[in-house]
C-alpha cells in the first residue's frame, strides 16, 4: 500500500543533510546528481497521486560561489510542503532538467534559466525570453544574479 509517508522515506533516502525551515516544513538537501534519480523514484514508487511538484527556486549565493534551488514538493493527501535543495556550482550552473519526468517543471525551469542562467540539461524548451524582456535578453543580463545590479542601474537611468 503506498501513502504520503511513503513519499518522505524516498526522499530521506536520498538527502545528505536533514532539516526545517518553518514549523512543519522539512527540507531535505540533496546532491545535484540525485535530484533526477530522486524524482524518477517517487513517479516510479508512488505515483502522481502522492505528490506534486509546486515551484522551483532559485537564489544566487554569490558570496559562497554557488546556486541554490528549492524544488518545493506538495506531499497529498494532507498538503504538507517539503523542500528538496541541491546546490551547484555558480560557475559550471548545470543540473539535469526533470521536465520529462514532472512536466509541472516546465515553467519554473524556464523562468530560472531566464533570470538566474542556470542551465536545466535535457529541457528541450529551455530558451532566453521566457520571462524577461527582449532588451535584458539582448544584453546577456540573468536578472537575479547579484552581478546583473549594475545593470540594473542603467536601465533605471534610461
Do not use: C
Not at 86 to 103: E, G, L, N
Not at 129 to 137: A, E, I, K, P
Amino acid at each position: 500500500m503506498k501513502n504520503a509517508n511513503d513519499v518522505i522515506k524516498i526522499v530521506e533516502r536520498h538527502a545528505v543533510e536533514k532539516g526545517s525551515i518553518k514549523p512543519d516544513r522539512m527540507i531535505f538537501v540533496v546532491k545535484p546528481e540525485s535530484v533526477r534519480k530522486l524524482f524518477e523514484e517517487l513517479v516510479e514508487r508512488v505515483g502522481y497521486e502522492w505528490f506534486y511538484l509546486s515551484t522551483v527556486v532559485g537564489a544566487d549565493m554569490k558570496e559562497e560561489n554557488r546556486f541554490r534551488l528549492d524544488y518545493y514538493v506538495v506531499v497529498l493527501p494532507e498538503e504538507r510542503t517539503i523542500v528538496i535543495r541541491t546546490y551547484i556550482p555558480r560557475d559550471q550552473p548545470v543540473i539535469d532538467s526533470i521536465v520529462d519526468i514532472v512536466p509541472a517543471a516546465f515553467s519554473a525551469e524556464n523562468e530560472t534559466y531566464d533570470l538566474l542562467g542556470i542551465v536545466f540539461k535535457g529541457n528541450p524548451a529551455l530558451r532566453r525570453g521566457f520571462f524577461v524582456s527582449s532588451d535584458v535578453v539582448d544584453k546577456g543580463v540573468y536578472p537575479l544574479r547579484k552581478d546583473a545590479i549594475g545593470v540594473w542601474k542603467w536601465q533605471l537611468q534610461k
